[in-house]
């Protein structure tokens, strides 16, 4: 798998699926997420994100307030 492939696998997880990729890495190499491996994921997708301006967004109320109409 090269490095690319690598990345768009992780590109396509859920935030769930990533949390259980960070937890076995965790456990297979005797490190913290906070050392290197969220590092490398992270600055991939903020390069991502940094190419890609979002321009939709999807909003969803979960109370009503007193001063709604």
């Known amino acids: ?5 690598f990345i768009d696998a992780i590109k396509a997880m859920s935030v769930l ?8 890495c965790e456990e297979e ?4 997420a906070a050392a290197g491996v969220v590092v490398a ?4 997708g903020a ?4 190419e890609e301006e979002k321009t939709e967004f999807n ?10 109409l």
């Open 1 to 5: 798998m090269t490095n690319q492939e």
């Open 17 to 24: 699926e990533l949390n259980d990729l960070v937890k076995a």
């Open 29 to 32: 190499f005797g490190v913290s």
């Open 41 to 44: 994921a992270a600055g991939a």
């Open 47 to 50: 390069a991502a994100a940094a």
């Open 59 to 68: 909003v969803e109320l979960t109370e009503v307030g007193e001063n709604t």
